[in-house]
């Protein structure tokens, strides 16, 4: 991390950033699907089963879980960003998935409900659980762990909140020249805005397999997979992948959002232009942007 970097100012405009973006995040989620359906699908999900998602966004994956987990099962979806929460339980309203906070229920409590699911949202720091030692059989981390200022403290609390046997399922984004989708916008910015006077932890910093799979093992994790994910998103104009950005990206969204119009037009501009590299297959208007990410599980083995 660059000398200067001050974690509690980070997490604090990462949390302000995807407040702000919370009503829309959800609306890019088809961008995404398989690579939500690739994490999923790591997690070996099962009836029954208790399951954190970790930096849950508005809970996407948390309600895919749900159905997954069903009967008796339950589903915590934690965020550092309560408005994505809120934004989570008002979607999922009249999906007949019964929603509560932590107040009403005690999580590791044996008692939840008999039949059904039960989906929980709670705000949460991913580096600072609130929650018992060994009470989760399954934790999910979408698109989350390069956000974290200490990635190793958030491992040590998946690891610590795990049972023994129990799995994490996580995506991060791959090494930057694979993923258009994102360096397209952030080369723009580089190019356009003076340098940032304290930078900011890479995204794609875990793209290497290697370096994730050391973290992991780090943390005490073993029987480490890790698999490439790679999926195109396509927009009809440049405006819409730039919008599909900042809906993606709280803390950078929340820093372009204070910049004066002329320079939000200029970066837009740019990027119309930088999007020329990614024509549409088809021949029709617009573009197709690849992004390659990775998918990761591993058990706690002790
Ligand atoms: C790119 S979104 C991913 C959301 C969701 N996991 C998904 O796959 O769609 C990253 C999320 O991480 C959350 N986040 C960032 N820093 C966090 C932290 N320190 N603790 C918990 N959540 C955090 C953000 O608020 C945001 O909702």
Redesign the pocket.
Known sequence: MSSGFDARRF?AM??A???RI?GR?ADG?HL?AE??TA?IDAAALAPGQRVL?????????ALEAAGRVSPNGLVLA????EG?LAEGARRIEGSGIEVRDLEDKGVGDQGVADKGVDLLFAA????HLCLPDASIDRV?????LF???HPDR?LAEIHRVLVPGGQVAL?VWGARDTVPLISRAQDCIARLLPPPKVQRPSVFRYGDAGVLEAMLVDAGFGQVRITPCDFSCCFDSAEDYWQAFLD???GAAEALSRLPEPTRQALQAAVSADLEAHPRSDGKPGFCVPARALVASAVRSG
């Open positions: 997490k990462e949390r950033g995807f407040n919370a995040y989620a995404r690579l939500a994490l998602d970790l930096a849950s966004g508005p809970g996407l994956l934690t965020d550092i960003a994505m949460a720091d991913a580096e999910l981390a979408g698109l989350a956000m974290f200022p958030a995506s993606l990206a709280g």
